[in-house]
């Protein structure tokens, strides 16, 4: 193996070791939660809401949870991470070390997208225990994915840089990010709503991400998915550039 290769993985494993230390809230918690919500919406909430789009309100309300959990915990690592490591200074020797921007900012973003992948099956796994839940289209699934995850992690990356205490991830992730996933159609279907709130949704991006994740597993296309799988990727790699140079001149890093 190179050193360049030996650099970058010793970057990866020191993000992967850092969320495989705390096993109770990278399993447990996701377990936990994941029951709860199957067991609530399932048995209080779908009998009265009955089915949706001709799925049990559970099967459809699934890949919504399975998407959030890839994403609140694919941001929250690696904002949470980055910020702890302009603390302790720990990034000016990583800065300063042979390891490129570009594979450093990859290592990092790395270390959420594995997070978030980890809890996302986990959520799936304990979503196949507890309900019947089909994959109609696998190849534009594992991919939307992938890119949902790539982008969360970057936009964790984002808002670690610029953060300047805790107070402020968690601002962002309190009153941005997780009102947005929640209005995003997790629990619902804009079609139900209506005027303005059904045109309001589609001007939320994590709309777009909940709907494919949604035509992966059941087969429901609401939105245009090609168009949406195109700028979804155009923007997950606009962010990761943008990252690039932020990383390329310190910003907010060094000290």
Known sequence: ??????????LVRRE??????????TIGAPLLETFLYITVFGAAL???VGDLQGYEYIVF????????????????????????????????????SPSSPGQLLTAL?????????TIAVITFLVALVLVDLPVEHPAILILALVLIGFF?????????????????VSFVQTFVL????FLGGVFYSATLLPQPFQTLTEFNPVYYMISLVRYGFLGIDD??????MAVLTAVTVGLFLFNLQLFRRGYKLRS
Not at 178 to 181: A, D, E, M, S
Not at 223 to 228: K, R, T
């Open 109 to 117: 973003s790395l270390g959420g997208f594995l997070r978030g992948l």
């Open 16 to 25: 992967v070791s850092r969320f495989v230390k705390i096993k109770g809230q």
């Open 1 to 10: 193996m190179s050193p360049t290769a030996i650099r970058f993985f010793t």
């Open 178 to 181: 997780t009102p947005l996933i």
């Open 61 to 96: 309300v699934v890949p919504g949870l399975i998407m959030m959990a890839w994403a609140i915990n694919a941001f929250s690592n690696n904002s949470s991470s980055i910020l702890q490591q302009k603390f302790q200074r720990a990034i000016d020797d990583q800065l300063s």
């Open 152 to 168: 969360f992690s970057q936009l964790g990356v984002l808002v670690g840089v610029r953060a300047e205490q805790f107070d402020d």
């Open 46 to 48: 779908g009998t009265r």
């Open 223 to 228: 939105i245009d998915v090609l168009l949406s």
